[in-house]
C-alpha cells in the first residue's frame, strides 16, 4: 500500500510538475514568519517552514499538488483557499475515513469532528515510523487522548459509552506495554478501531463490533487459540462469533490486563431486577429471579452473567431486552458441545424433540456443581436418578426406546454396580455415565457409542483394565479372530444393567447357556456329561465353560497358551480334583454317544445298553403279558379253593377286607 | 393249632431286613441317579431339591450305594454261614433244590408256563423258587456288580484312571446310567407285577415283608415245594403264626410307598424319554 502511494505520489507530482511553479514562488510570501491569512473570519499564521517542510513527507511535492485552487500564473493568491483535498492522492484512507465516525461527524458539520489534519497535522507530515510523527504509535494514545478522555469537550457532549479511557489505556497491559516499556508494537488506539474508518461497535462493520473483533484481537494475537484451546474452540470464534464469549467479554477494553481483570463486572446491573423474587417471564410466566447468594457456590460463582447470557446490550436501559437466544454453554465448553451435538440426546434436540435433554436438564442453570460435590445431580450417586428422570421405566425417554434392554434403572440398581454404588456408596462404582458416557450417549448400534459391541471393551476396560487386557489376548478379541461373526464382548456374557458377581449362582448357571449361543453343539455334548447333568441341577461348584476354559483369557486347545493345552490341562484338573493325572485328563467332558465316528466307545456302548434294555424289557413284557390273564383266572381259581377250605380263613382275612 | 391258620415261612428275618434295606437304598438311588440321568426335565430338579439340592442328593446316592453293596456282601457272607451250618458241599448248596441257580426243572417250567399261557396246559408245579424269581434274584446280582463296579469308578475317577485310561470314565457313565435304567426299568415294572402285583396276590404281597403266607395258598401256589416238604416231614420247621395286623398294616403302608414311588419313577422316565430326550 505505502510501496502504491508512493508510486502515485511520484507520478502525480512529475505530471504536476511540468506546470507547477516552483515551491520557492510561494516561499517568497509563505516564508514571512509573520504572515497571516483569514479565511471565514478566523484569521491565522500561514508561515511555512522550508526546512520542516522538506523534511516532511510530502517534501518532494509543489504546493499547489495539494493547494490546487492557486493558479500560479496569478499570485497572490486568493486569501479563502479551498481546504486542501487529501483524498486526491489518500483515497482509500479518505473513503474509510468518511464512513467512519469521525467523517460521518465532520459531514454533519459537527465542529468537533476531526479531519485529517487534526490528526497527521498539514505541512510537517512526518512519514509514521518516525518517532516525532503525530501519528507515531507511541504518541497515538495522546492524539486520540486529545479528544477522547475525561473533561474534553467530545467526552461531555458526545455519546462515548466508555469512560476513562486514556487513563484506563495507559494502566492496561497494552498501555503499559507501549508507555512504560516504549514497546512500539504493542497495540494502540488505531491497532483495534482502525485509523480512518472509526465505527462504534454497534455497527458491524467495525473492527470493535462483536463478530469483528476476534478478528481485530488475533491480528498481533494470532496463536491466541491455542492458549484458549480447553475454553473454546478457537476457529468458533470466527464461525460463530454470536454465541461465543467475545475477547472483550473477559478482557475488557482498554483495562486488558492479564490477571487484572474484573470479572462478574455487570452482574449488580442484572440483579437490579433479578434480585425480586416476583420476577417472572413474560413469555411463559417462570420465574426469573435470581437467588444470588445462594449460587456463590456455583462452579460459575466468577462467571458473569453477561458472559453466559451473552446477547446482552449494555447500551440499553434493560440490557437483556437484546437477548434472543438461550444460553449456549458451548460458548466456553466447546469441546463437549461437539460431542452433545452428535450424542443421541443432541440429535434428537435437532430434531426439535421437546423430550431431548441439554444442558440445564442435567446440570442445572445457575447453581451447577461440579461432579465432586455430593448435592450435585452428577455426583456419581446421584447420576442414576438423574437419568432415571427420562430412563425409568414408563417415562419419555423409556417409552421412545425400543431396544431390549427393559427396566433399565431397575435392573441397574440391582446389579453389582448398582449395589456398589447405592448401597456400598462405592463412588467409582460404574454409574450410567461411566459407560454410555456423559456427553455422547449413542444407541448401542452406532459404530461409536462407547456401548457398541467393538467399542465395549475399552469402555468396561476403563475400570476393568486386567481383564480387558486378558480379553483382547484372547480368541474372542476381533484384534486376535479375524472373522465376520459376532464375537461375544462383555456384555454378551455379564449382560449390561442386570450384571452381577461372577460368583452369584445365577451367573454361574447361567454362563453356559451364554456360551452355548454360539457354541450349541459343545455346550450340548457338555450336558450330556456329568459335569453338565449337575451344573443344570443347580450345582455351581462343577465345572463350567470358563473352569475349564479360562474366562477372558479364553485360547484354542492348540494354542500352548490355553488352560486346556497339552502343558496346562493337568493343572486346570487339579483345580478342582487334586489328584488328577494326565490319564485323569483323558475324561471327555464333551462327550456324545450320538457320534459313532468321533466317540465309537461310547456310541457303541451306548447302543449296547440299549440292545440290553430292549431285549430285558421285551422278555419281560411279553412274559408278563402273556401271565396276566392267565393270572386273572388262577386268582379265581384260588379264592374257589380257599373257600372250600375252614373258617379260620374268615378270622384271618378280616383285617385285610376291612382295609381295603 | 387248632382254630388258628397254618402260615408258612418263605423269608427268614435276615433275608427280609436285606431285601427292606434293599428297597431303601433302591429307592433312593434309583431317585438320585435319576434325577441327574434326567437333568434336563423340570422333575428332575424339583426332586434334586427336595434331596436337599445336588450335593446332598449325591451325598445319599453314595451313602445308598454303601448300604446296598453292605447288604449284598451280608448276602454274600450269610449264604457261606449257612452252608457251614448245615454242612453241605458247595455241589448240593449250588445245584441242589433250594439253589438260586437255574436248573432243568426251571427250564421244564418255563416251558410249561408258556404253555399255561397260551392255554396249551395246566398251571405248572412251581418249587420253592420260580424260574422268574431266581432271574430277578440273578438280575440285582449283576445289576450291583456293574452299577456298583462303574459307579465306583465315577466316584473316585483319579484313583482308576491310573488304571484305565480316561475316556473309560464316559463309557463307565453310559453303562452306569443305562444299566440302572434297566435295573429300574425292570424292577418298578416286570419284578413289581412278578411278586407284588400279580392279579393273584392283587392288590399286594406282602410276604417279603412279612415272610410267611398261608399254608393253604402257599400248598396251591407252590405245590411241588409243599409236596416235597410233606414228604420229606420237614414242613413243620417251616410252620409259623402270623404277623400282628398292627405290623402288617405297617407293612402295606411301607410296600404301597415303594410302589408308588417306584411307579412315579417310571413314569417319570417314561414322561423324559418320550419328550424330551436327548
Known amino acids: ?660 | 393249632m387248632t382254630g388258628t391258620k397254618k402260615y408258612f415261612l418263605r423269608f427268614n428275618t435276615l433275608n427280609r431286613s436285606l431285601h427292606f434295606f434293599m428297597i431303601i437304598s433302591f429307592l433312593t438311588l434309583s431317585l438320585t441317579g435319576m434325577s441327574l440321568k434326567f437333568s434336563y426335565t423340570t422333575w428332575a430338579k424339583i426332586l434334586s431339591r427336595i434331596f436337599g439340592g445336588f450335593e446332598s442328593a449325591g451325598f445319599l446316592h453314595r451313602f445308598s450305594a454303601i448300604v446296598m453293596i453292605t447288604v449284598f456282601l451280608i448276602h454274600l457272607i450269610n449264604l457261606i454261614v449257612v452252608k457251614r451250618k448245615e454242612s453241605v458241599s458247595w455241589k448240593t448248596m449250588l445245584l441242589g433244590e433250594n439253589s438260586m441257580l437255574f436248573n432243568k426243572k426251571d427250564f421244564e417250567d418255563f416251558i410249561a408256563s408258556l404253555k399255561w399261557f397260551v392255554g396249551k396246559g395246566p398251571r405248572p408245579e412251581y418249587g420253592r423258587w420260580t424260574y422268574w424269581e431266581k432271574f430277578d434274584y440273578f438280575a440285582v446280582f449283576w445289576g450291583v456288580f456293574v452299577i456298583g463296579l462303574t459307579g465306583l469308578t465315577l466316584w473316585f475317577p483319579e484313583f482308576f484312571t491310573r488304571f484305565i485310561p480316561g475316556w473309560f470314565i464316559n463309557v463307565a457313565t453310559i453303562i452306569h446310567s443305562d444299566e440302572a435304567l434297566l435295573a429300574t426299568g425292570f424292577i418298578f415294572t416286570v419284578h413289581f407285577f412278578n411278586t407284588h402285583l400279580r392279579p393273584e396276590k392283587f392288590p399286594m404281597d406282602i410276604v417279603i415283608f412279612s415272610g410267611s403266607v398261608p399254608l393253604e395258598e402257599y400248598k396251591l401256589d407252590r405245590p411241588a415245594e409243599y409236596k416235597k416238604l410233606v414228604e420229606s416231614g420237614e414242613l413243620e420247621k417251616y410252620l409259623s403264626d402270623p404277623q400282628p395286623s398292627i405290623v402288617l398294616i405297617a407293612m402295606k403302608i411301607f410296600g404301597w410307598a415303594a410302589l408308588i414311588t417306584g411307579f412315579s419313577v417310571i413314569i417319570w422316565i417314561i414322561y423324559a424319554m418320550l419328550f424330551s430326550y436327548r
Request: charged share 25%; glycine share 6%.
Open chain 1, 1 to 660: 500500500m505505502i510501496k502504491f502511494l508512493s508510486l502515485f505520489i511520484f507520478y502525480i507530482a512529475l505530471s504536476q510538475s511540468v506546470f507547477a511553479q516552483d515551491n520557492s514562488d510561494c516561499l517568497m510570501c509563505h516564508e514571512d514568519k509573520n504572515l497571516k491569512g483569514t479565511n471565514k473570519g478566523r484569521t491565522f499564521s500561514v508561515y511555512v517552514n522550508e526546512r520542516k517542510f522538506n523534511s516532511s513527507v510530502h517534501g518532494d511535492m509543489e504546493c499547489i499538488d495539494c493547494h490546487q485552487d492557486v493558479d500560479p500564473e496569478d499570485l497572490p493568491h486568493n486569501e479563502d483557499l479551498e481546504k486542501v483535498d487529501c483524498g486526491v492522492c489518500h483515497g482509500a484512507s479518505e473513503t474509510d475515513y468518511k464512513q467512519g465516525l469521525h467523517g460521518q461527524a465532520e459531514s454533519r458539520g459537527d465542529p468537533l469532528a476531526p479531519s485529517c489534519k487534526s490528526c497527521h497535522g498539514y505541512h510537517y507530515i512526518l512519514p509514521v515510523k518516525n518517532l516525532n510523527s503525530a501519528v507515531a504509535p507511541l504518541k497515538i494514545p495522546f492524539l486520540c487522548g486529545r479528544c477522547h478522555r475525561e473533561g474534553t469537550k467530545v467526552q461531555l457532549q458526545r455519546r462515548i459509552p466508555e469512560d476513562k479511557i486514556l487513563q484506563n489505556y495507559s494502566l492496561s497491559i497494552h498501555g503499559e506495554g507501549l508507555l512504560k516499556k516504549g514497546l512500539v508494537v504493542s497495540a494502540t488506539c488505531i491497532s483495534c478501531h482502525s485509523s480512518h474508518r472509526i465505527l462504534p461497535h454497534t455497527d458491524p462493520r467495525s473492527t470493535i463490533a462483536r463478530q469483528n473483533i476476534a478478528a481485530t484481537c488475533s491480528k498481533c494475537h494470532s496463536e491466541i487459540e491455542a492458549v484458549h484451546r480447553k475454553i473454546i474452540r478457537g476457529e468458533l470464534w470466527e464461525k460463530e462469533a454470536h454465541v461465543l464469549p467475545a475477547c472483550v467479554d473477559c478482557h475488557q477494553p482498554h483495562k486488558i490486563r492479564n490477571v487484572l481483570y474484573e470479572q462478574g463486572m455487570a452482574d449488580k446491573d442484572c440483579l437490579k431486577c433479578h434480585k425480586n423474587k416476583n420476577i417472572v417471564s413474560s413469555v411463559d410466566g417462570h420465574s426469573l429471579f435470581v437467588d444470588y447468594n445462594k449460587i456463590k457456590k456455583s462452579k460459575h460463582a466468577t462467571v458473569a452473567c453477561s458472559q453466559c447470557h451473552s446477547e446482552v446490550n449494555a447500551s440499553k436501559q434493560r440490557a437483556c431486552e437484546t437477548i434472543v437466544n438461550k444460553v449456549d454453554c458451548t460458548a466456553c465448553h466447546a469441546e463437549i458441545g461437539e460431542q452433545y451435538i452428535t450424542s443421541i440426546h443432541g440429535i434428537l434436540k435437532a430434531q426439535e424433540n421437546p423430550n431431548a435433554p441439554t444442558c440445564k436438564e442435567c446440570h442445572g442453570t445457575h447453581l451447577i456443581l461440579g461432579k465432586d460435590d455430593d448435592t450435585s445431580p452428577i455426583f456419581p450417586t446421584n447420576i442414576p436418578t438423574l437419568c432415571a428422570k427420562c430412563h425409568r421405566e414408563g417415562e419419555k425417554a423409556a417409552v421412545r426406546y425400543k431396544g431390549t434392554e427393559k427396566n433399565i434403572i431397575k435392573h441397574y440398581t440391582q446389579s453389582i454396580h448398582g449395589k456398589g454404588l447405592i448401597k456400598s456408596g462405592l463412588v467409582v462404582t460404574a454409574t450410567c455415565t461411566d459407560c454410555h458416557t456423559a456427553h455422547h450417549e449413542l444407541p448401542h448400534d452406532d459404530p461409536k457409542s462407547s456401548v457398541n459391541p467393538k467399542n465395549i471393551a475399552s469402555t468396561c476396560g476403563s475400570c476393568h483394565h486386567g481383564i480387558e487386557e486378558q480379553f483382547e489376548r484372547s480368541i474372542h478379541s476381533r484384534f486376535v479372530s479375524k472373522t465376520d461373526k459376532p464375537l461375544p464382548v462383555c456384555n454378551n456374557c455379564h449382560s449390561a444393567h442386570t450384571i452381577r458377581r461372577t460368583d452369584n449362582k445365577g451367573f454361574e448357571l447361567e454362563i453356559m447357556q451364554q456360551c452355548g449361543s454360539c457354541h450349541p453343539k459343545i455346550a450340548a455334548t457338555y450336558f450330556d456329561t456329568y459335569h453338565g447333568k449337575v451344573s443344570r441341577l443347580g450345582y455351581t461348584k462343577t465345572a463350567k465353560c470358563y473352569d475349564c476354559h479360562g474366562a477372558h483369557d479364553i485360547l484354542p486347545v492348540d494354542d500352548p497358551r490355553s488352560h486346556l493345552s497339552r502343558k496346562n490341562i493337568v493343572k486346570t484338573c487339579q483345580k478342582c480334583h487334586p489328584s488328577a493325572h494326565r490319564q485323569f485328563a483323558g475324561y471327555f467332558t464333551h462327550a456324545t454317544h450320538h457320534d459313532p465316528n468321533k466317540y465309537p466307545y461310547l456310541f457303541w456302548t451306548f447302543w449296547g445298553m440299549t440292545g440290553l434294555l430292549l431285549f430285558t424289557f421285551f422278555l419281560g413284557g411279553i412274559h408278563t403279558l402273556l401271565w396276566l390273564p392267565r393270572s386273572i383266572q388262577w386268582r379265581k381259581e384260588l379264592k374257589r379253593k380257599l373257600n372250600e377250605n375252614t373258617e379260620p380263613n374268615q378270622q384271618i382275612k378280616d383285617p385285610d377286607e376291612n382295609k381295603d
